[in-house]
C-alpha cells in the first residue's frame, strides 16, 4: 500500500552541500526520485553545519537552488494549508528548520529575519552549550537563559515550531513549563527503551503530551538500541504510545545526519517497510497514517498559521 510521509528531520541540505550532489538524486539517504513513492510528503529540511551564519546562508542558497531547479515537484511551504495544497497538485512539500540557535548568533533579529525566509522550525541548541541553554551532551543542567526564553517566546508569536531535541533536560523542562503553544522533539526515541542522554523520558513524554506536541522517532541506531532492526524501530513507537501517545508520535528520521541505521532501512525508500510492518502486527492504518503524517501536520497547523 501507499503511506504518506511527513518527516520532523534531515541533513540532507548538509550533506548535499558536502557533496555536491543534486537533490533530484544521489547516493545519500534521501533524494526526489525515492521520496515520490509516498503520497503526500513533506520534509522539514535542517540546515545544519558548524560555521555560524556561513553555513545559514550557504543551505539556503541551496534549498532554494533545488525549488527553483524542480518547481514541478516541490515547492517550499511555511504552513500546513500551504502543503495541503502542494498535495492536492502532486508536489512535495518542502519546510524548512534549523538545526541550534548558533547558526543564527543566538540573535533575535536573526530568528526575526529566517522566519521571514520562510524558517518554521529552529532546534534550540545542538550539541554544544550556546547562549540560550547547556545541552543533553554539555552542561545538562543548566537550562533556558533569559535569552533563551526570549527566543521561545518570540518563536510562538511568530509561529515557529520550538524544537527541544538535543536540549538539556533543565531546558526541555523550562521551556514545558513556559510554553503557550505545542513544542516537539523532532528526533528522539523512548529512553525506557534505549538509555541514551538524547532519549525521553515518560516524564518528558508525557508533558509533550501535554503541550499538543510530538516526538520524531530518530533511526540512528545510537538511539534506538543494540542491534537494531525495524522491529526496535517499532519498540520505541510502542512505547510511546502505552503513555497514550497516539496524537504525538512522529517520525523524526535524521537521515543524512546519521551512520548508522537499523537493519534493513537503507534511505528514505524504506520508511513504508516500517508501516509495512506495522500493519502486519496489527496496528491500525489510521494510527499508522497519523504517525506518519497527520500527527506532526497538525502541529504545524496549530503553530505556523499565525
Not at 14 to 39: C, K, P, S
Not at 190 to 207: G, V
Request: aromatic share 8%.
Amino acid at each position: 500500500m501507499k503511506f504518506p510521509l511527513f518527516d520532523a528531520h534531515c541533513d540532507t541540505l548538509f550533506a548535499l552541500g558536502d557533496t555536491g550532489q543534486a537533490i533530484e538524486r544521489n547516493n545519500l539517504h534521501v533524494d526526489l526520485n525515492r521520496a515520490e513513492r509516498y503520497a503526500p510528503y513533506a520534509q522539514f529540511f535542517a540546515i545544519f553545519g558548524f560555521h555560524g551564519r556561513s553555513c545559514f546562508d550557504a543551505e539556503y542558497k541551496l534549498f532554494q537552488e533545488a525549488i527553483r531547479a524542480n518547481p514541478d515537484r516541490m515547492i517550499h511551504c511555511r504552513t500546513a494549508e500551504q502543503a495541503r495544497a502542494a498535495a492536492r497538485r502532486g508536489k512535495i512539500a518542502a519546510f524548512l528548520s534549523i538545526e541550534g540557535a548558533e547558526l543564527i548568533a543566538c540573535s533575535l533579529d536573526q530568528l526575526r529575519e529566517a522566519h521571514g525566509l520562510g524558517v518554521r522550525m529552529l532546534t534550540l541548541t545542538w550539541n554544544n552549550p550556546n547562549g540560550l541553554s547547556g545541552t543533553n551532551a554539555q552542561e545538562p543542567e543548566r537550562g533556558l537563559s533569559d535569552l533563551g526564553r526570549q527566543f521561545v517566546r518570540t518563536c510562538e508569536e511568530l509561529g515557529v515550531i520550538v524544537d527541544v531535541a538535543h536540549l538539556s533536560e533543565s531546558g526541555f523542562w523550562d521551556v514545558a513549563e513556559m510554553a503557550t503553544r505545542p513544542f516537539v522533539v523532532s528526533h528522539s526515541n523512548a529512553k525506557n527503551i534505549c538509555p541514551h542522554s538524547r532519549n525521553l523520558t515518560d516524564e518528558q513524554f508525557r508533558a509533550l503530551i501535554q503541550s499538543g506536541g510530538v516526538a520524531g522517532i530518530n533511526l540512528y541506531t545510537d538511539f534506538l538500541g543494540k542491534n537494531a532492526d525495524i522491529d526496535t524501530v517499532i519498540a520505541h513507537i510502542g512505547h510511546f504510545l502505552s503513555l497514550g501517545g497516539e496524537k504525538s508520535i512522529a517520525l523524526g528520521t535524521d537521515l543524512d545526519g546519521c551512520d548508522k541505521l537499523p537493519r534493513g532501512i537503507h534511505g528514505i525508500e524504506d520508511m513504508e517497510k516500517i508501516g509495512e510492518r506495522m500493519l502486519q502486527k496489527n496496528y491500525p492504518e489510521s494510527l499508522i497514517y497519523d504517525i506518519f503524517y497527520h500527527n506532526l501536520m497538525r502541529v504545524v497547523d496549530d503553530v505556523c498559521g499565525i
